[in-house]
C-alpha cells in the first residue's frame, strides 16, 4: 500500500511546477519544525497533541523529497485546495509506515487496514495496539531534548565550549573545526528575520548573510554551509528509503534546498530558519551520540565503541526477561556473534548482529549503505546457520531445550538509519525499533 501511495504521489508532483510545489511543501514544514521547537507538547498527556508535533516535520520533510525526486517539467501552479490531497497522502504513507512497524514490532494478527466499497481507506487498530502506541508516545516525549526557538543563541563562548573537544578530530576529517560550523549557522540563522516559511535566494547573497559580522573566509562559510545543502542527485525514487525519514540524505538534515545550479556553486537556493535550527539540532545530537564519522579518530573510537554498543544491545534485551548469550567461539568464518537471546513468555530465539556505523557528512551517496546492509546481512546468515546447526549447544547454555523454540528470527540492529533494499536477506532495524519491538511482545 505505501509504495502504491508513493508512486501515485510522484505522478501528481509531475503535474505540478516543481518551484511552486516546492515553495508550498517548504513553507509547511518549516512551520512544523517551529512547532516542533516550541516544545509544550513535551509536558501534555494529549497525544493527538504530541502525534501531530512528532509526524509532521517528517510528512513535509518527505513531501520536499518527493518534490524534487519526482522532476517536474510543469509550470501549472498548485492551488491551496490542490495541496490538501497531497498532504493527505504524504501523511497516510508515514501511518502506513508507522503502523506497519508496530504491526512488526507486536505481531498483533487482529490490526490492519481495509478498504470500503467506495474506496475509503480505514485502519483497524485495537485497544491492545492502542495502549502500546499511547505508552510508546510518552516514551518518546520523555526522552526529547526540548529545542525552542532561541536556546541555542545564548553566549558564543559557551557554545565554543561545548564543541571545542570535537574541533580536531573534525577538522581533520573534513577541513573545518565544528565550533566553526555551530558559529556560522547560528550566525546565519539569527539574520533571518522572516519568522517561518520558505526563503529563496541566490546562493551568493546566502552566502553572505551567514558571513554577515563574522572574521572567517568565504571558502570556510561555503564549506560548513555544505553540511546543510541537499544533492538533489542523492534522492532516491524507492518508497522504502521514505519510510526512514531522518537519514542522510533528505531535508530534514540537509534543509538548504537546491532550485538551480550545483551544490556549493553560485545559482538558487531555498531554506527556511526553523529548518535550519532544527538540522543544527540533529547535527548537534549525532555528534554527541557518537554517530558521526571522525575519521582515524572514529577508526580507533569505534574499537571501543563497537563493543559497547553490542553489549547495549544485550542489555535491553535482557531487561525485558531473555536469557542473553555472547557467543565467542564458532567456525572461524563465521565469528563471534554479537547475541542469542531466548524469550520464556514467546518461546522465541532471537539471533542479532550489532552494527554501529558512523555518518559521514561528506559522503551522501546511499550505495555504500547498501553496499554494508548485504555485507552485514551475508554475516548474519552464516551466523544464524551456526545456531541452527548446532542448537543443541547453544540451548545447553541458555539453560533450555530445543523443543522449547516455537520460533527463530534474525536482525541486523544498526546504531542509526541505514537504508537497505529488497535484496538484503535480513531485517535490518535500529536499536529504538528493538525498543518498541520488546515493547510490544511485553505488551
Known sequence: MAKSLHVNLLRICKEYSEKYLLSSCYDMFDKACYNFFAGNYLLSDDMSLIKKSEVAPSVFNYLINVVLCSRSKSSKRPAESELVPIVAIASLLIDACNLSDLLFYTNFEDDGFEVSETGELAFIVSRRTRRLQKRLFRKVAKRRVAIKTGELWGDPKSWKELMEPYDEPFEDRYNIKLSEVGEIMENGIRQIKKPTGSISSSYREFVKKFRKGLNLSKPTIRRAIRFFE?????????????????????????????????????????????????ALGLLTADVHRGVIDFGSFSQHWLQHKGPEFEQKVRNLIAEYGFKVLHITKTSPNVGEIDCVAYSEDSCMLLIIEAKSPKIDLSVKEIKWQICNTQKWCSQLQRKSEWVRANLGKVTRQLGISPKDIHEIKDFVVVEVPTFSDDSTSSKIITIEDLFYMLEGTNA
Open 230 to 278: 541537499l544533492n538533489r542527485d542523492t534522492l532516491t525514487v524507492n518508497w522504502q528509503y521514505y519510510k526512514l525519514y531522518e537519514m542522510r540524505p533528505s531535508s530534514s538534515r540537509q534543509p538548504i534546498v537546491r532550485i538551480a545550479g550545483d551544490v556549493g556553486k553560485d545559482g538558487i537556493v531555498m531554506f527556511g530558519r526553523n529548518a535550519l535550527l532544527r
